[in-house]
């Protein structure tokens, strides 16, 4: 159980090699080993949603992948999101419509979101929650991340 | 000094924040992953706590072996609860105030006996959590089971199982209220009366992130830091303190960034005491992070109550009385320090208040069972004691033929009738419970509703629309638990302080879980002072920086926070324009601040406050020598006259019943708030639909389910169900603002209004969609399966 593999991964733009646990969960790698906090852990199982992020442009539960499975891939987590583009401006509309409160579950929300934007996704209410519904918020309600993710698209296709 | 303080000198000020719907400052830091929640706190030499935790409901412990465990490499320590017991005392959870309320001695580790499944036996210490799990399986624990306690009901029967064998029964706490003859009442000629029995699941916060906590103890100052996910940070610094064998001024508690806690993370949980336990005596960090099981299996559960209720209405829709009998499990123990009694007293105090009563009685009764501890959860009380008075008001409603809406405004107090007290004593002032149902009923446009119920129905769709005119219980005083004993701070500080750059750094007792605090304190500060609001900084979440007091619960932050932040920032003024005045060779009457400067009162700038600071702080010698400027303030408040301010509201849900599946679908939900003075739209807004999805989840998805022998068996977030994006509705929110007079800036909570009011309108609407059927449902939450089982007994 303390077997160990040695990966090397594209993290943020930034080429990572280290030596992990065969058994550590990719979301673990990351935050304890890498430090990229920014990924969160709500139930280990993939339920939740507060891991999710990109790899090799993919959207994935980062609790249900292996850091070894990550060997050669590229990862982008909350930290690597671009400060322009589609992104930002997601990040902008979300504090416009205070699309989070206590922000456990933004990161993982945001990369549901873009991955729904990016897919070519309308601005039509329904479809987006359906789309969420992988990610668990206890605090908005949902209502303003559906606004927010609205806003972005409605300001990116004119 | 100046005269007493105006409110409109406050409130329409040139810059102006308070009501300006401003986005938060401290959005950005999360947005971009830079929070910063327990889990991401690593220290030096930092190791890891995991437990080996009660398989059993209730058990005697008979041995415990962990040679195997400490022989693992990275295990640094095993500790049970008697290795612990030397080392930190026992807690119970009583106060004096609840007459009567009895708790057994609770240690951070069982010791001998074990009485729920989850409670922790034996605490594991290794270099990862990873290998402490590992090592926690080589622990062997042997149990002797014992019948457990588990119904409600059967807690009290004369052949019960005893939870703690010493109290002769299993009764924690009983409660009776009479206010007029409500037997009398409801025997006078014409009294129609409908009876109920109600039943409330348990069921638990699912806060995304889980409790947790990093603790370092430091022997050379014998000093204790909690790094704690919580809401009081005054409280756990005095009962880490009281029970660790500590002084108060040698633990600090930080709270950073808090990932959801509604009630959840603001008690004495035996892990996380021992973990600081295990800090000390390792003289290291120790960290410990639930998991989702742990959650699911210590987290304060809530609600599970069992009410019979009745209500006596005349035909020409008077309301005479309303009667309870409710009932309650808690769990083994109540829970440290602010009990486990909260909520059943909650439910005596708040059932039908908003309606004019002459006679009331209520009954209400506690007991020990052997699952996890019940306690105050998100809108405590609330919830029942809205959907009892409410449900029995529509099903009153329906006896006598009268429209729902029509039957509260003939009951409901007046507008212009405060103060005044509740039947149960309660004094109310500021409500505005006529005006809240009259807005809300002219924006859900509820003659179109009912015109589109009628025609669905002849489609053969059951649609239903539900209301509940609610109270809600915030800005607590001393009389909610400093009186009983309990080490709460009801009043809360706020400083101001003026820095060399012209910016104020602010610091507040009231904490941050994601309401917007923060937020709110900036912008009470920035409009009050004169500054602008991207020019205060706040902190808040640390005993040693801020002031004391204490924390964001029962919806205080704003009320009590904020009025402790506007006095303050008065304060603050005035002393810097008392240095302005003399620096500009003029009286302080003619002087404001606007901006980040010091104007004539036309607003024409005299000179900057970073002028005016680095004057003071730098050059102080061109200042007089008998001047000694202060440009710091701390101001302290707490409500008095009142034990807590009363906030009202009115809602409405709209929800179809798929008659086949037994689904219920929610709509759409209307809320109409009187928060008092909104000191942010934005946040207000959504903290009222926050509370409004959880208060649904309440209603028809979240229950902890346990086995006849008491284990609980949807321990994941796969098995036990949370209101997701795909199911909620839109959620209309609108405001009717009757500040207090309790303070100056006149607001009042807001953050547990929607969770304690949506239960009660979808249950009114899901009875509204079912009548046509003869069916009625009583019970949450409403699943399929019970609404396809009221259908059944309604068909046969």
Redesign the interface.
């Known amino acids: 159980m303390t077997r160990t593999a040695t990966i090397s991964l594209t993290v943020n733009a930034e080429l990572v090699t280290a030596t992990v646990p065969v058994r550590q969960n990719l979301v673990d790698f990351l935050r304890h080993d890498l430090g990229l906090t920014g990924s969160h852990v709500g139930c280990e199982h993939g339920v939740c949603g507060a891991c999710t992020l990109r790899v090799d442009g993919r959207t994935v539960r980062s609790c249900l992948m292996l850091a070894v499975q990550a060997d050669g891939c590229q990862i982008t987590t909350v930290e690597g999101l671009a400060d322009q583009g589609l992104s930002h401006a997601l990040q902008a509309a979300f504090t416009r419509r205070n699309a989070l409160q206590c922000g456990f579950c933004t990161p993982g929300m945001l990369a549901s979101a873009l991955s729904y934007i990016d897919a070519g996704g309308d601005a039509d209410r329904d479809a987006i929650r359906a789309h969420l519904s992988g990610n668990y918020c206890r605090c908005t309600g949902y209502q303003s991340i559906v606004d927010a993710i609205c806003d972005t698209i409605q300001e990116s296709r004119p | 000094m100046t005269g007493p303080l105006l409110r409109s000198d406050l409130f329409d000020r040139p810059n102006r924040y308070i009501g300006q719907p401003s986005?938060?400052a401290d959005?950005?830091?999360?947005?971009?992953?830079?929070?910063?929640?327990v889990?991401?706190v690593?220290l030096p030499r930092m190791v890891h706590a995991a437990f080996v935790r009660s398989p059993h409901a209730h058990a005697r412990i008979l041995s415990i072996d962990t040679d195997d465990g400490r022989a693992m490499p990275g295990v640094v320590a095993i500790y049970t609860g008697a290795d612990l017991a030397a080392h930190v005392t026992p807690y119970v959870g009583v106060l004096t105030h609840m007459a009567g309320l009895r708790s057994a001695p609770q240690h951070p580790l069982a010791i001998d006996v074990a009485r729920w499944q989850g409670e922790p036996v034996v605490m594991v210490i290794a270099t990862s959590r990873?290998l402490a799990e590992?090592a926690c399986e080589l622990v062997m624990v042997d149990y002797d089971p014992l019948p457990a306690v588990l119904d409600t009901e059967g807690a009290l029967a004369p052949d019960a199982t005893l939870v703690h064998p010493d109290f002769k029964s299993n009764l924690a706490w009983e409660r009776h209220v009479t206010a007029g003859d409500i037997d009398a009442a409801f025997a006078q000629p014409g009294v129609r009366i409908v009876e109920r029995e109600f039943r409330f699941g348990r069921h638990t916060?699912?806060?995304?992130?889980?409790r947790g906590t990093v603790c370092d103890f430091d022997p050379s100052e014998q000093k204790l830091t909690v790094h704690y996910s919580g809401q009081a940070p005054h409280m756990m610094q005095v009962i880490f303190a009281r029970h660790l064998d500590l002084a108060e001024e040698n633990v600090r508690v930080i709270s950073n960034?808090?990932?959801?806690s509604?009630g959840i993370k603001i008690h004495t949980y035996g892990d996380e005491i021992a973990t600081a336990v295990a800090a000390r005596l390792l003289r290291r960090p120790v960290k410990f992070i639930a998991?989702?099981f742990e959650s699911f299996v210590t987290d304060i559960h809530a609600r599970d109550h069992l009410l019979r209720a009745r209500l006596g209405v005349t035909d020409s829709g008077t309301i005479v009385g309303i009667d309870i009998d409710d009932m309650t499990g808690i769990g083994p123990f109540s829970m440290y320090p602010r009990t486990s009694a909260i909520e059943c007293n909650q439910v005596l105090n708040l059932t039908g208040a908003p309606y004019v009563l002459e006679n009331y009685r209520a009954r209400g009764r506690v007991v020990f069972q052997n699952k996890v501890l019940s306690c105050q959860y998100r809108a405590v009380g609330h919830p029942i004691a809205m959907a009892v008075a409410d449900g029995l008001v529509e099903d009153a409603a329906r006896l006598i033929g009268m429209d729902p809406v029509a039957l509260r405004l003939r009951n409901l107090m007046a507008d212009d009738s405060y103060p005044r007290t509740s039947a149960t004593g309660m004094k109310l002032d500021d409500l505005s419970h006529q005006a809240a149902l009259r807005k809300l009923v002219q924006i859900m446009d509820y003659d179109a509703l009912r015109a589109d119920q009628i025609a669905a129905r002849a489609k053969g769709i059951y649609r239903g629309i539900g209301f509940v005119s609610l109270v809600e219980v915030t800005n607590p005083s001393p009389m909610f638990y400093g009186i009983g004993g309990a080490p709460i701070a009801s009043q809360d500080g706020a400083t101001v302080r003026l820095d060399a750059g012209g910016a104020l750094h602010v610091s507040s007792s009231v904490t941050e879980?994601?309401?917007?605090t923060n937020a709110i304190l900036a912008q009470i500060a920035a409009g009050v002072f004169g500054v602008d609001l991207d020019r205060v900084k706040v902190t808040t979440g640390d005993t040693a920086t801020t002031p004391y007091g204490g924390g964001t619960w029962a919806s205080r932050g704003a009320g009590i926070g904020g009025e402790a932040m506007l006095q303050a920032a008065t304060a603050l003024k005035d002393q810097v324009l008392d240095v302005a005045a003399v620096m500009l060779q003029t009286t302080r009457d003619t002087l404001d601040i606007r901006y980040g400067a010091v104007t004539d009162l036309d607003g024409t700038d005299r000179m900057t406050l970073a002028d005016l600071a680095r004057t003071v702080y730098y050059r102080g010698n061109e200042l007089p020598s008998d001047l000694k400027p202060e440009l710091i303030a701390t101001r302290h408040y707490r409500v008095t006259d009142f034990p807590f301010v009363f906030t009202n509201g009115a809602m409405a849900a709209h929800i179809e019943v798929d008659t086949e599946t037994g689904f219920v679908k929610v709509l759409h939900v209307w809320a109409v708030e009187d928060c008092g003075r909104v000191i942010n739209p934005?946040?207000v807004d959504?903290q009222i639909?926050?509370?409004?999805?959880?208060g649904i989840g309440g209603a028809l998805y979240e229950e902890c389910h346990y086995s006849e022998d008491g284990q609980m068996m949807n321990v994941?977030?796969?098995d036990y169900m949370?209101p997701?994006?795909?199911e909620?509705p839109?959620?209309t929110v609108a405001h009717i603002e009757t500040p207090t007079k309790t303070s100056i800036l006149g607001a009042k909570g807001a953050g547990e209004a929607g969770t304690g009011g949506a239960p009660a309108a979808v249950l009114n609407a899901v009875n509204d969609a079912l009548h046509p059927l003869g069916a009625s449902l009583w019970q949450m939450p409403m699943t399929p399966e019970r609404v396809l089982t009221a259908l059944y007994a309604a068909a046969t």
């Open positions: 986005p938060r959005a950005a830091r999360l947005l971009q992953g830079r929070g910063r929640f889990d991401d690593t990873a590992d916060g699912v806060t995304l992130e889980t960034d808090v990932g959801g509604f998991d989702r879980q994601g309401q917007g934005l946040l959504e639909r926050g509370g409004i999805v959880q994941t977030m796969a949370v997701m994006a795909a909620m839109d959620i």
